[in-house]
């Protein structure tokens, strides 16, 4: 168009004469089901059965932080909301371990992992119990390490623990009753019980 035109709605109609692909569009296709496919009536094809075989092993899922872009924007960490599940590792130290505030900011056990160490951690992750407690270092709840150095052998306790929530023993935030698997929970209290991996 020339440089001096104005777009209004009265002549939308002879810019868009001039795109290029103006008449190409089609709807024979079920993506967007038109009126050769009886409008609507077949669903796009993406519900085919995978015909992969001879697959390797399963994938792990991971995310990370290249070393160089770790700390290009600042501290992640100070740029998250303080609770939830999304907080950001603190990219102002290098990387440490899972769990660390400088942790890694999701790490999902590889598959093939199950060492009880790596299924608890995972387990606190999957359940969300990372959004209120970190490994080491007060967060809204007591440091996991802290806590699994205060009941040594109580996985019972613990276990009827984290299924009630409470306060009032590190300080005034409440925790919620956790509703998780029976058995999650069990693992996590053995865990912390047998000291956190430590
Ligand atoms: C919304 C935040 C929040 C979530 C989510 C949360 N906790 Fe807590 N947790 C706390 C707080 C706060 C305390 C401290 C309560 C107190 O002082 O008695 C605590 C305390 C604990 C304790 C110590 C209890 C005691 O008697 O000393 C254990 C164990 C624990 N949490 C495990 C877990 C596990 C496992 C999960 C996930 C299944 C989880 N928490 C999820 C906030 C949370």
């Given at each position: 168009?020339?440089?001096?035109?104005?777009?209004?709605?009265?002549?939308?109609?002879?810019?868009?004469?001039?795109?290029?692909?103006?008449?190409?569009?089609?709807?024979?296709?079920?993506?967007?089901?038109?009126?050769?496919?009886?409008?609507?009536?077949?669903?796009?094809?993406?519900?085919?059965?995978?015909?992969?075989?001879?697959?390797?092993?399963?994938?792990?899922?991971?995310?990370?932080?290249?070393?160089?872009?770790?700390?290009?924007w600042g501290n992640l960490r100070e740029q998250n909301r303080?609770?939830?599940?999304?907080?950001?590792?603190?990219?102002?130290?290098?990387?440490?371990?899972?769990?660390?505030?400088?942790?890694?900011?999701?790490?999902?056990?590889?598959?093939?992992?199950?060492?009880?160490?790596?299924?608890?951690?995972?387990?606190?992750?999957?359940?969300?119990?990372?959004?209120?407690?970190?490994?080491?270092?007060?967060?809204?709840?007591?440091?996991?390490?802290?806590?699994?150095?205060?009941?040594?052998?109580?996985?019972?306790?613990?276990?009827?623990?984290?299924?009630?929530?409470?306060?009032?023993?590190?300080?005034?935030?409440?925790?919620?009753?956790?509703?998780?698997?029976?058995?999650d929970i069990k693992t996590i209290a053995e865990w912390l019980?047998?000291?956190?991996?430590k």
């Open positions: 168009m020339p440089a001096d035109f104005t777009l209004s709605d009265k002549n939308i109609a002879e810019v868009q004469k001039k795109m290029h692909n103006r008449d190409g569009m089609t709807t024979a296709h079920a993506m967007w089901p038109g009126n050769e496919f009886g409008s609507g009536k077949l669903k796009p094809d993406t519900h085919a059965t995978a015909c992969m075989k001879d697959c390797g092993p399963a994938p792990t899922i991971t995310s990370e932080l290249p070393g160089h872009a770790r700390n290009v303080t609770v939830g599940p999304q907080r950001g590792a603190d990219t102002s130290k290098p990387e440490g371990k899972l769990g660390d505030a400088a942790g890694p900011v999701k790490v999902v056990s590889p598959a093939g992992s199950d060492s009880p160490n790596s299924k608890a951690m995972a387990l606190t992750q999957e359940l969300g119990c990372t959004g209120c407690h970190n490994m080491e270092g007060k967060l809204v709840g007591p440091a996991f390490a802290d806590v699994a150095k205060k009941y040594p052998g109580k996985a019972e306790y613990l276990e009827g623990k984290i299924r009630s929530g409470g306060s009032g023993i590190w300080g005034e935030t409440p925790m919620p009753p956790q509703d998780a698997p029976a058995a019980a047998a000291g956190a991996g």
